[in-house]
């Protein structure tokens, strides 16, 4: 499910989002089935789709609700995910660059409006932000 987390507003629209004063991610909520796919792997997933490295942007789409954000759920995930983008770091696959991904406690999960759920299917079209 998309939607906003990380801010101060009660109950943000994409407007109120888009204006960067909410204090909002753009954000995607991922509920798993741990037997299925590991807290790991879906980290690696979220690694590989778009660029850890670039404070408040990502692809053509810049400003705060952009920047790069995990929010864990348990102090297990919180050690997982720090771990993981160190090893990312340490693995030489940036170039130097240093990853500027905030990892927080998570906090309330707004669910986006209807029509930013699967954007991309209904638009007919992929587009991510890779490395």
Not at 22 to 38: L, Y
Not at 105 to 125: D, I, V
């Amino acid at each position: 499910m998309v939607g906003y987390t990380g801010g101060w507003l009660n109950n943000p629209t994409y407007r109120d989002v888009c204006t960067g004063k909410t204090g909002h991610v753009e954000a995607v909520q991922v509920e798993f089935d741990p037997d299925e796919v590991s807290y790991e792997e879906l980290l690696d997933v979220f690694w590989s789709i778009h660029n850890p490295t670039t404070k408040n942007r990502q692809g053509p789409d810049v400003g705060s609700q952009y920047r790069s954000m995990i929010a864990y759920h348990t102090p297990e995930q919180e050690l997982v995910a720090k771990k993981s983008k160190e090893d990312l770091e340490n693995s030489g696959k940036l170039n130097g660059r240093r990853i500027v991904t905030e990892i927080v406690l998570a906090s309330l999960f707004y669910k986006a409006e209807e029509y930013h759920q699967k954007y991309y299917q209904k638009r007919g079209g992929g587009g991510s932000c890779y490395i």
